[in-house]
């Protein structure tokens, strides 16, 4: 199914359908928001594009666009909004080999977006519960962009002619079972699915796994026979089939449907900006780094410019990324996975630092993930010791066939210490 743009009268003009075409070759949802834009600028100042490109030679374009400019402010519509007809009029004076400047004219508030200056970034929690009010399709949905960064129209994009398909997955195995071979598993965005036109891969951890072989195990119930060519999210089998992939807006369909459900106010692409912000964080502890943040987010810089020279990076890179991205889940993920004896190993050591008296802020600064077993051991003990130290004789460190004698006592249990002795505290 292709949608009929807004305006699609002005296709009847073959240049007109030209320049369109001509976006179209890069963007079809670009060319569909430009022919909007510039057909609404006809509609309100009574004009023509073919009368625009007249105006622009002689200069009273720039005059025409400078009273429509303060005549949208006047009307109070947003500076963001009144320079989307600006670019639709300078690409078609691009596409016809006219040179107008527009500059000079200020547009008050240009940089700015008004609708979404309030918004902000949901914490885990909310991210949690966004998750279970979302049906396994959505869940998937929110996981891969939430904790792989993906954009929606890299899951389906805006026509649903392509989209995340299940062979982009590299380890990813369907057989008479599904399954993943590495963890965290590597997601490749092919070029025609990243807005900056440059392939690209990130990676999924272990909760976004689960959300993944869930799906995909309901759907091959229903019948579904599953390849590489699949789509990663598929229609509803109630539902009437028009594309081959799920068009964008389905996509943020599902999800803003949890979110709602949720209790919650915020765009689908919040999830992105979630992604983005765990691993600022991460960053900041030293955990991945600048140039490997810019390439799994999907942006253009030093890793990218190897891996589109080379097509592929060295085996080790990319294990040493997927290494690094590992290290992020604990700022990603919303859960402990309960198959990762790595995610298992720092739960219980966040749970001993807090019996032993560390505050959770003080435990977020450590990256337990490259402590040694010696070195977290004297971390504990330390800690203990002063305890010990600060409440003198009411605290005493005995061998665990001595508790049953000093509960007796008067004493209460407070800690086991790495060596196996316990630590107990008279209760008065």
């Given at each position: 199914?292709?949608?009929?743009?807004?305006?699609?009268?002005?296709?009847?003009?073959?240049?007109?359908?030209?320049?369109?075409?001509?976006?179209?070759?890069?963007?079809?949802?670009?060319?569909?928001?430009?022919?909007?834009?510039?057909?609404?600028?006809?509609?309100?100042?009574?004009?023509?594009?073919?009368?625009?490109?007249?105006?622009?030679?002689?200069?009273?374009?720039?005059?025409?666009?400078?009273?429509?400019?303060?005549?949208?402010?006047?009307?109070?519509?947003?500076?963001?909004?009144?320079?989307?007809?600006?670019?639709?009029?300078?690409?078609?004076?691009?596409?016809?080999?006219?040179?107008?400047?527009?500059?000079?004219?200020?547009?008050?508030?240009?940089?700015?977006?008004?609708?979404?200056?309030?918004?902000?970034?949901?914490?885990?929690?909310?991210?949690?519960?966004?998750?279970?009010?979302?049906?396994?399709?959505?869940?998937?949905?929110?996981?891969?962009?939430?904790?792989?960064?993906?954009?929606?129209?890299?899951?389906?994009?805006?026509?649903?002619?392509?989209?995340?398909?299940?062979?982009?997955?590299?380890?990813?195995?369907?057989?008479?079972?599904?399954?993943?071979?590495?963890?965290?598993?590597?997601?490749?965005?092919?070029?025609?699915?990243?807005?900056?036109?440059?392939?690209?891969?990130?990676?999924?951890?272990?909760?976004?796994?689960?959300?993944?072989?869930?799906?995909?195990?309901?759907?091959?119930?229903?019948?579904?026979?599953?390849?590489?060519?699949?789509?990663?999210?598929?229609?509803?089998?109630?539902?009437?089939?028009?594309?081959?992939?799920?068009?964008?807006?389905?996509?943020?369909?599902?999800?803003?449907?949890?979110?709602?459900?949720?209790?919650?106010?915020?765009?689908?692409?919040?999830?992105?900006?979630?992604?983005?912000?765990?691993?600022?964080?991460?960053?900041?502890?030293?955990?991945?780094?600048?140039?490997?943040?810019?390439?799994?987010?999907?942006?253009?810089?030093?890793?990218?410019a190897r891996y589109s020279t080379n097509?592929?990076?060295?085996?080790?890179?990319?294990?040493?990324?997927?290494?690094?991205?590992?290290?992020?889940?604990?700022?990603?993920?919303?859960?402990?996975?309960?198959?990762?004896?790595?995610n298992a190993k720092l739960y219980l050591?966040?749970?001993?630092?807090?019996?032993?008296?560390?505050?959770?802020?003080?435990?977020?600064?450590?990256?337990?993930?490259?402590?040694?077993?010696?070195?977290?051991?004297?971390?504990?003990?330390?800690?203990?010791?002063?305890?010990?130290?600060?409440?003198?004789?009411?605290?005493?460190?005995?061998?665990?066939?001595?508790?049953?004698?000093?509960?007796?006592?008067?004493?209460?249990?407070?800690?086991?210490?790495?060596?196996?002795?316990?630590?107990?505290?008279?209760?008065?």
């Amino acid at each position: 199914m292709t949608f009929q743009p807004k305006h699609k009268k002005l296709l009847e003009n073959a240049e007109i359908r030209r320049w369109w075409q001509n976006n179209r070759a890069r963007s079809p949802l670009s060319a569909d928001v430009l022919l909007r834009n510039i057909g609404l600028y006809c509609l309100i100042n009574d004009t023509s594009l073919d009368r625009i490109l007249k105006d622009a030679e002689s200069g009273e374009l720039k005059r025409q666009f400078s009273d429509f400019a303060r005549k949208m402010e006047k009307d109070g519509k947003a500076g963001s909004y009144i320079v989307k007809f600006k670019h639709a009029l300078k690409n078609w004076l691009n596409f016809n080999d006219i040179t107008a400047s527009f500059n000079g004219i200020y547009i008050s508030g240009e940089y700015e977006n008004p609708t979404l200056k309030d918004e902000r970034v949901p914490n885990k929690d909310e991210l949690s519960r966004i998750i279970r009010k979302a049906t396994s399709r959505g869940r998937l949905a929110i996981a891969i962009m939430a904790y792989s960064g993906l954009r929606p129209e890299s899951l389906g994009n805006y026509e649903g002619t392509d989209g995340l398909r299940l062979g982009d997955i590299g380890d990813l195995v369907i057989s008479d079972r599904i399954e993943i071979t590495n963890v965290p598993a590597q997601i490749t965005v092919r070029s025609r699915l990243s807005k900056a036109r440059n392939q690209y891969f990130t990676f999924i951890g272990e909760e976004g796994i689960t959300y993944l072989i869930d799906y995909l195990e309901e759907r091959r119930k229903s019948g579904e026979t599953l390849t590489g060519e699949s789509p990663v999210l598929q229609f509803d089998t109630r539902g009437i089939r028009k594309n081959d992939f799920m068009r964008t807006l389905l996509v943020t369909r599902d999800i803003r449907e949890a979110i709602q459900g949720a209790g919650l106010k915020m765009r689908p692409y919040v999830l992105r900006a979630y992604f983005s912000t765990a691993l600022d964080i991460a960053e900041s502890k030293g955990l991945i780094s600048h140039p490997w943040r810019q390439f799994i987010m999907g942006h253009k810089g030093d890793i990218e410019a190897r891996y589109s020279t080379n097509k592929r990076l060295p085996p080790d890179m990319i294990e040493e990324m997927r290494a690094s991205y590992q290290r992020c889940t604990k700022y990603l993920e919303t859960r402990v996975s309960e198959v990762s004896e790595d995610n298992a190993k720092l739960y219980l050591q966040q749970q001993l630092l807090l019996t032993a008296g560390y505050k959770q802020e003080e435990i977020d600064k450590m990256d337990l993930s490259v402590i040694t077993n010696e070195e977290f051991q004297q971390i504990l003990r330390d800690k203990l010791l002063g305890r010990m130290t600060d409440n003198g004789a009411k605290q005493k460190v005995i061998p665990p066939s001595d508790i049953e004698e000093y509960l007796t006592q008067g004493y209460e249990f407070q800690a086991v210490l790495p060596d196996g002795r316990a630590v107990m505290r008279l209760r008065f």
